[in-house]
């Protein structure tokens, strides 16, 4: 946190913003609302998402807040598997991403997990648009009822960082400066909100990355690096440039066929590491999709591990092998994943 405190104070902040700052690090959670609402309004802002009602104050619409939220909970519920609070009571923004979620594997009669724009437009194509704007309705109901107010306030102090009517359930107002504020330091505000929240997730899962997760989450696809270089090195390090095997079968791989997978499914890791990338089929890695490894998977992975380290020369993959070997990384993410 001092970091972010130094980078922020080497700006010229005025008095709205830092009540902001106040209101993001002050604020008392007991799940991850809070935070999901101050994202998806600066995104709305950031996305030039709200209208001038007059020449000196705009309208935020909850619909859109909505939308935001919808999305960061589909990638961080469904796709990352985070749990985002204490308990067994789930609240009903949450209800409202879950219920779409079982829509989205009933529909497609699948449980395999895919990021937010993707399964959200397959809903509104075959169940129709009206089926998921009941849910963001309900939902953006329920951010004006129990989340707008409560956001401001830390230590009883309420921050006006901006105004509605609990009554109108669909409209926030912001002050024509204030958007234009928001607008400047946005790239300092939600880096803050990303690691508040983060934090927040820490408590409740054993994941991985989580920060990085938080961050992706907003995004309306998902980015995935080539594996194209780990691909050839392993063909020609660990089969010498012979017809690799298929580390699940056994069986010979056609050249056309060759695929990289992930045994710690990439959802969880969240990076590409050599120790935890095999080479299989194609089709076997679109049957795996994101998976859990059983054990016996998991202790083919530490042999072929140690393995290739015993045929490679000193470099980065030796080197990362080396560290995954000698502090049991494949062992520990598979208990952590499990628990």
Not at 54 to 66: E, G, R, S
Not at 159 to 178: G, T
Not at 278 to 305: D, H
Request: with cysteine.
């Amino acid at each position: 946190m001092n970091i972010l405190k130094i980078t922020y104070n080497n700006f010229a902040m005025d008095f709205y913003i830092q009540e902001w700052v106040e209101v993001i690090e002050g604020g008392k959670n007991t799940n991850t609302y809070k935070p999901a609402f101050a994202k998806a309004l600066l995104e709305c802002i950031s996305a030039n998402r709200y209208f001038f009602i007059n020449p000196d104050t705009a309208m935020v619409d909850f619909l859109d807040i909505a939308e935001c939220m919808i999305r960061y909970y589909w990638n961080q519920l469904f796709f990352f598997k985070l749990r985002q609070q204490p308990g067994d009571k789930v609240p009903v923004v949450y209800q409202c991403v879950n219920a779409l979620i079982e829509k989205y594997k009933e529909l497609r009669q699948t449980s395999i997990a895919c990021w937010a724009d993707e399964g959200l437009k397959y809903i509104k194509d075959k169940a129709g648009a009206s089926f998921y704007e009941t849910f963001l309705k309900k939902a953006a109901l329920t951010l004006n009822k129990d989340v707008a107010y409560r956001l401001p306030i830390v230590n009883g102090i309420e921050y006006p960082i901006y105004s509605f009517n609990k009554k109108d359930s669909s409209k926030l107002y912001l002050k024509r400066e204030e958007i234009d504020k928001l607008k400047e330091f946005s790239s300092i505000l939600i880096p803050l909100i990303n690691y508040r929240w983060s934090l927040l997730l820490e408590k409740y899962n054993n994941s991985p990355n989580i920060l990085l997760k938080v961050k992706n989450t907003s995004n309306n696809s998902i980015h995935r690096n080539d594996l194209s270089e780990f691909k050839n090195f392993l063909v020609k390090n660990e089969f010498l440039n012979q017809k690799p095997i298929d580390f699940y079968s056994g069986i010979l791989i056609p050249e056309k066929e060759i695929s990289v997978d992930h045994v710690i499914p990439w959802s969880f890791l969240y990076r590409d590491d050599i120790w935890n990338l095999v080479l299989t089929t194609r089709s076997n890695n679109s049957i795996k999709s994101n998976n859990k490894p059983n054990e016996a998977i998991i202790y083919n992975l530490e042999k072929r591990n140690k393995i290739l380290y015993g045929k490679l020369p000193d470099g980065k993959y030796k080197a990362s092998l080396k560290e995954a070997i000698d502090c049991g990384l494949v062992r520990s993410y598979y208990y952590q994943m499990m628990s």
